[in-house]
């Protein structure tokens, strides 16, 4: 069974910087892509940033420039470094990624990890 673990969430200030991070595991033959979204209450689930098995990756307009996507292929993780954090980008974080086992590809969601920015 394929399970994909968050963890580095967490309380920062404003101005600052958290790493997360996203382990799959399993029986796992190949992932792409790989992707972080975030919900806020009340709010849709939005894409952050994504990144495929070659390294491309995509970014909302309003996290260019502050959030870094990358991943480990040898250790099935996703990482999302993020700097200058502001309160809009409070919210639920989850992993997202399209894992291919011996039953095909699917998708498969993380359980989301709490990022709160506040002074």
């Known amino acids: 069974q394929v399970q994909l673990v968050e963890s580095g969430g967490g309380l920062v200030q404003p101005g600052g910087s958290l790493k997360l991070s996203c382990a799959a595991s399993?029986?796992?033959?190949?992932?792409?892509?790989m992707a972080w979204y975030r919900q806020a209450p009340g709010n849709q689930r939005e894409l952050v940033a994504s990144?495929?098995?070659?390294?491309?990756?995509n970014y909302a307009d309003s996290v260019k420039g502050r959030f870094s996507i990358s991943r480990d292929n040898a250790k099935n993780t996703v990482y999302l470094q993020m700097n200058n954090l502001k309160p809009e980008d409070t919210a639920v974080y989850l992993c997202?990624?399209?894992?291919?086992?011996?039953?095909?590809?699917?998708?498969?969601w993380g359980q989301g990890t709490q990022v709160t920015v506040s002074s």
């Open positions: 399993g029986i796992i033959f190949s992932i792409d892509p």
């Open positions: 990144i495929t098995i070659t390294g491309s990756t």
């Open positions: 997202n990624a399209g894992i291919a086992t011996n039953r095909g590809w699917a998708p498969h």
